[in-house]
């Protein structure tokens, strides 16, 4: 391979030979796994040598311009050119006749596997690859395998398969996706992939919001109501006692269309009653001003990615931080136009834009530059979602620093107060307050010291105050210092000299701290 593959490629692809071609692979957002699929369908048809019929499926159309521009990028060494290449999508119904296809899976479901059957009843090998395969186990995406039922051992034996996810294990995984694309045979989580350079260093910061105490008593209200109502539709219906999460709620609107009046009644006050909390949590104002604070003590340069669960809340913003960052600031989600989302991409990828506000749209499989920081304005419960948001920012770009990701989340209320479900090896992180400033419970110990000793020593403090809020909300103090004397030597500009300066004063602080507290 002329390609200078990643040594977690290699010994993936290696691992997928040994199994006959056959499993999912389990890859962090940003390591390279459409670069794995390509190079592994060339080790494929290398071991073959014979024609390989190579399918990819994708979830959403954008992925079929992503895939296409892999391949060609590589073409000379894949041995693949342009004219190799079609796809299906919408109403580009183009006839399965090239070796490489591109199937969007809402096009697929229906017609794919009929080609497929009569490819492999017919002895022509096939890799199908399924990207973001976690797609493909929902009742109607997994008609794309039906093929497979129809065929007898001697022509499955030139079926081949490759799923690609970072999150492939969800619901009907075992029961859908194992069966039709192989196991589970190699994971690159985030950890290894920053250990190895393959991603960029992340400090995760989890920001807890004050509620005001209009909220609280407006949460408590709504909690105690459902509290009652829960409990009286599980007398109603005592089989919703052993059901949890997404199960329940399925169940819940299912009984929200009852025949039986008393519990349509009781279920629907119920989900209504959810989705007034959710509501209150989700759209608190402070999540904004948070927001916005935050951008202004960040560094003026950083390219800023900031995820919202609702659009009216992305909007809101983009509208405030437009007037502050005139030039600056593109919006992105799904009920902006084609061309207003293409402009407002293209604008943030040439560097025009630095702040992006986006909502659910940005989560999965569109390839944008990396971002040195990523807002999330609030999240759902969903792990996937946030590991995907937390993929944005960890593509690995030359010059750049840790990358910083901020989780803004309701204190005291249903909200997880920490982005991950665990932690993750390696990873920095830290836990902040917000009321109408910051509050870092480490770090503002070391700046107080900081603080009074300058005094102390009849030293200026002007401006330090300005540079101290600042740092609050950086990792920079928690840097060598040997790595931020030489960012101070690198600095131009005054300000940033000094920055720089009372950062490397703290993390000496910081280390002399530590050696006290290990010696106690």
């Not at 800023?304 to 992105?332: D, T, W």
Request: some cysteine.
């Amino acid at each position: 391979m002329s390609l200078s593959l990643y040594t977690w490629q290699k010994q993936c692809i290696d691992s997928w030979l040994e199994r006959q071609g056959r499993g999912v692979a389990q890859v962090v957002t940003g390591a390279g796994k459409t670069i794995l699929a390509l190079y592994a369908a060339k080790a494929l048809q290398a071991r073959l040598k014979t024609k390989l019929q190579i399918v990819i499926i994708v979830p959403k159309t954008f992925l079929i311009g992503q895939w296409k521009s892999a391949i060609l990028s590589h073409h000379e060494d894949l041995g693949i050119q342009r004219e190799d290449i079609g796809w299906v999508c919408g109403t580009h119904h183009q006839d399965h006749d090239k070796p490489v296809m591109i199937y969007v899976i809402n096009s697929a479901r229906y017609k794919l596997s009929y080609i497929l059957h009569q490819q492999l009843k017919n002895e022509m090998p096939v890799l199908l690859i399924a990207d973001e395969c976690h797609h493909y186990a929902s009742p109607e995406n997994k008609k794309i395998f039906s093929f497979l039922e129809l065929l007898d051992e001697r022509q499955k034996k030139n079926y081949y398969s490759l799923g690609l996810s970072a999150t492939p294990q969800g619901t009907g995984f075992e029961q859908f996706l194992v069966p039709s694309l192989g196991p589970l045979f190699y994971t690159y989580g985030f950890s290894d992939a920053m250990l190895e350079g393959v991603i960029n260093q992340v400090v995760i910061y989890n920001v807890a919001l004050k509620m005001t105490k209009h909220q609280v008593d407006k949460y408590e209200e709504l909690s105690g109501r459902i509290t009652t109502t829960l409990r009286k539709l599980k007398k109603m219906v005592p089989s919703l006692k052993n059901l949890k999460g997404p199960a329940f709620f399925t169940e819940l609107q299912r009984l929200c269309l009852s025949e039986i009046p008393s519990i349509a009644e009781t279920a629907n006050l119920l989900l209504t009653l959810f989705y007034q909390r959710r509501a209150l949590v989700y759209e608190a104002p402070q999540r904004l001003a948070c927001a916005f604070d935050l951008i202004a003590l960040l560094d003026s340069r950083s390219k800023i990615i900031i995820f919202g669960e609702r659009i009216s809340q992305s909007e809101a913003l983009y509208a405030r931080l437009k007037r502050y960052y005139p030039n600056q600031v593109a919006q992105y989600h799904s009920e902006l136009g084609e061309t207003e989302r293409t402009l407002a991409l293209r604008r943030y990828r040439s560097g025009e834009a630095r702040i992006l506000v986006s909502c659910k749209a940005l989560d999965e499989g569109l390839d944008i530059p990396s971002a040195d920081v990523g807002i999330l304005l609030a999240t759902t419960s969903e792990q996937r979602q946030r590991i995907q948001r937390l993929g944005r920012i960890l593509r690995l770009q030359e010059g750049k620093g840790k990358a910083s990701l901020f989780y803004l989340s309701l204190a005291h209320t249903i909200e997880d107060n920490e982005l991950l479900d665990a932690g993750i090896d390696s990873v920095q992180e830290w836990h902040l307050q917000y009321t109408d400033h910051f509050i870092h419970s480490a770090y503002d110990e070391l700046a107080d010291t900081l603080f009074d000793t300058m005094q102390e020593r009849n030293a200026s403090t002007r401006g330090l105050e300005v540079l101290l809020n600042q740092g609050r909300v950086r990792n920079d103090w928690f840097e060598d210092p040997e790595v931020l004397q030489e960012m101070y030597r690198k600095a131009t500009l005054p300000q940033d000299k000094r920055y720089y300066s009372h950062m490397r004063s703290l993390s000496l602080l910081r280390t002399k701290t530590q050696t006290i507290r290990s010696h106690e």
